[in-house]
């Protein structure tokens, strides 16, 4: 017989008088406060089952409907997850390891981090890199112009390409996290979607952006630099929507 990972998933007893103890009736955010900070002390655990709406509202003496309210707020922080006619369960891990945030990440949040993060890596390059980090920079080009054939190839050469572009700004810490954002690259719900991604036309038109980038960190261009990634990683999210 299949595994059910619902089988996994241990609910937890209510623990009136601990963490949740009994209020005043009050809104939504007081009852969020309370939960959050209970999942974040552990006191419910990874894939437990939060306590019932119904036990909830009677708690906070607050109304169903604000308690639902508060547990969908919880869900948008990635705290809970919910599931209809099951019930509420803890989707915080606490201190994760790498695999664990890998794991966890879907390939939207880390194209969102990404956008976040990678202007301001482009911008620092180009402020900071010396004529090593710009020689080294183009060896990367030619390979992910090189790995055009296949989508394989190209996603590695893509990575080395982008890493070489973090260390370029000679800040230690940026190379760290651009490190870990390659771990998540690597793991196999992004390998999945790749073959569907990377077709010939998208990484021709991929690599395009590499070179206008290239251009923009050797001639010393900032804003352009920027620019050129946001719309290179613009593009990537959005190829990405249409094969999720």
Do not use: C
């Not at 890199?129 to 390979?143: F, G, P, S, V």
């Not at 991604?197 to 998208?202: C, E, K």
């Amino acid at each position: 017989m299949a595994h059910n990972p619902r089988d996994d998933i241990r609910p937890a007893p209510p623990r009136p008088g601990a963490s949740l103890p009994r209020t005043t009736p009050g809104g939504s955010a007081r009852i969020v406060t309370r939960l959050r900070r209970a999942i974040l002390d552990g006191d419910y655990g990874y894939r437990e089952r939060v306590p019932s709406e119904r036990h909830l509202a009677v708690e906070y003496g607050a109304a169903r409907g604000t308690v639902r309210a508060a547990l969908e707020q919880l869900e948008d922080m990635n705290l809970v997850i919910r599931r209809p006619g099951s019930g509420t369960f803890v989707r915080y891990r606490g201190h994760a390891d790498d695999e664990d945030i890998a794991e966890h990440t879907s390939p939207l949040e880390l194209i969102e981090v990404r956008l976040s993060v990678e202007p301001s890596v482009a911008r620092l390059a180009v402020v900071h890199a010396n004529a090593q980090d710009i020689e080294r920079l183009a060896d990367a080009l030619m390979r992910v112009e090189a790995s055009e054939d296949d989508a394989e190839s190209f996603s590695r050469a893509d990575e080395t390409f982008h890493l070489a572009l973090a260390e370029s700004t000679r800040n230690p810490l940026m190379v760290w996290l651009y490190r870990h954002i390659n771990d998540v690259r690597g793991h196999r719900q992004w390998s999945a979607r790749k073959d569907k991604i990377l077709t010939p036309d998208r990484i021709i038109a991929y690599n395009k952006q590499h070179r206008a980038l290239f251009k923009a960190i050797e001639s010393r261009d900032t804003q352009e630099a920027a620019n050129i990634m946001t719309r290179h990683l613009e593009k990537a999210r959005e190829d990405l929507l249409g094969v999720v």
